[in-house]
C-alpha cells in the first residue's frame, strides 16, 4: 500500500515536471521564432542600449546556448529585470503581488468551505420542498454562470450602480469584498450541490 503511494506520488511529480518543462520550452520557442521582437513597437534604442540589452539576454548566442542560459537562469529564479522598472526584478514584482494573491486565495477558500457547509445544513434541516427547491435552482445558476461573466456583473452591480463597494486595488477590506464574492460564489455553488 505504501510504495503504491509512494509510486503515484513519483509519477505525478513526474507528470508536472514534464508538463512544466514542455511548457517552458514552448515558450521559449515561440518567443525565438515568432516575429517581432521587444523593441518594435516602441521608439528604437539607442545601438549602444540595444547592443547592451541583446548581450544580457544572450541574444547575440546560438539558440542552443540561449536556450540552456534561460533555463538556468529560471532554475534560480532570475527572470530578469522589469523593461517597465527597471529599478526592480521582474522577481521582485511577482512577489509583492503574491503575498495579496495568496491572503484572496485563501480567504475565498474559507468562504467556500463555510458557505457549502451552511447551505448543506440548510437543506438537510428543512422539510420544506419549496425552499429545497429555491435552494437547488440558485445553485444551478450560479454553477452555470461563469465567472468572466459574474464578476463584470458584479463590479457593475455593486461598483458602479450602487456604489457601495471599490471596484480596485486591495486597500481595505471593503476592497476584498467582489474579488472574493467573485472567485467564491461558483465553487461554493458546486461543492454545496
Known amino acids: 500500500m505504501k510504495d503504491n503511494f509512494v509510486f503515484f506520488v513519483l509519477k505525478k511529480l513526474f507528470e508536472v515536471s514534464l508538463s512544466l518543462w514542455s511548457l517552458v520550452t514552448l515558450t521559449f520557442l515561440f518567443l525565438r521564432f515568432l516575429p517581432g521582437g521587444p523593441f518594435d513597437q ?9 547592443e547592451y540589452l541583446n548581450k544580457s539576454w544572450h541574444r547575440d548566442e546560438g539558440l542552443f546556448s540561449q536556450y540552456f542560459s534561460y533555463m538556468n537562469s529560471l532554475l534560480h529564479g532570475d527572470l530578469g529585470i522589469s523593461l517597465s522598472n527597471p529599478t526592480q526584478t ?8 503574491l503575498s495579496k494573491t495568496l491572503f484572496l486565495n485563501l480567504l475565498s477558500l474559507f468562504i467556500i468551505y463555510l458557505c457549502a457547509f451552511f447551505i448543506c445544513f440548510l437543506w438537510t434541516s428543512t422539510r420544506r420542498l419549496i425552499l429545497q427547491t429555491v435552494i437547488e435552482q440558485l445553485l444551478l445558476v450560479l454553477i452555470s454562470l461563469p465567472s468572466l461573466f459574474l464578476a463584470p456583473l458584479l463590479i457593475y452591480i455593486f461598483g458602479f450602480y450602487f456604489d457601495v463597494l471599490p471596484v480596485a486595488l486591495l486597500e481595505t477590506p471593503a476592497h476584498y469584498v467582489l474579488p472574493v464574492v467573485a472567485l467564491s460564489l461558483r465553487p ?6
Not at 45 to 50: M, T
Not at 188 to 193: E, S
Open 188 to 193: 461554493m455553488a458546486y461543492l454545496g450541490r
Open 42 to 50: 516602441e521608439i528604437a534604442p539607442h545601438p549602444l542600449v540595444r
Open 90 to 97: 521582474v522577481t521582485q514584482i511577482i512577489s509583492t503581488g
